[in-house]
């Protein structure tokens, strides 16, 4: 189980637990404002684009070419920019730190 915690732009924070699954589906089953999933998931709409707290990134991983394709058509990308639907969650992850991009 990892516990993973989400601050929204409105700097809620909203801390989970979750065994598996992807980021994108845990903050979409919590109500995380700012994860949509428009898609299902598939990496095709970067609604559930967040920032990963620096610390983490070496655990989380860079984005692979498809994920850094849409993420380049963002504003807010940043060197800690991922999407959520892309990375999937392990016990690696407990204590992550996420930040919900605008």
Do not use: W
Not at 11 to 33: C, F, H, K, P, S
Not at 65 to 71: Q, T
Not at 77 to 84: A, M, N
């Amino acid at each position: 189980m990892a516990k993973i915690t989400f601050i929204t732009r409105e700097n809620e924070t909203i801390t989970t637990e979750a065994a598996a699954g992807t980021i994108m589906e845990l903050g979409v089953r919590q109500g995380v404002r700012g994860i949509d999933g428009d898609c299902g998931g598939v990496c095709s709409c970067a609604t559930c684009h967040v920032h990963v707290a620096p610390e983490y990134m070496a655990i989380v991983g860079p984005p692979g070419d498809i994920e850094s394709d849409m993420l380049e058509l963002n504003d807010n990308v940043t060197e800690y920019s991922r999407l959520g639907c892309q990375v999937q969650i392990t016990e690696d992850l407990d204590g992550l730190v996420l930040h919900v991009a605008r």
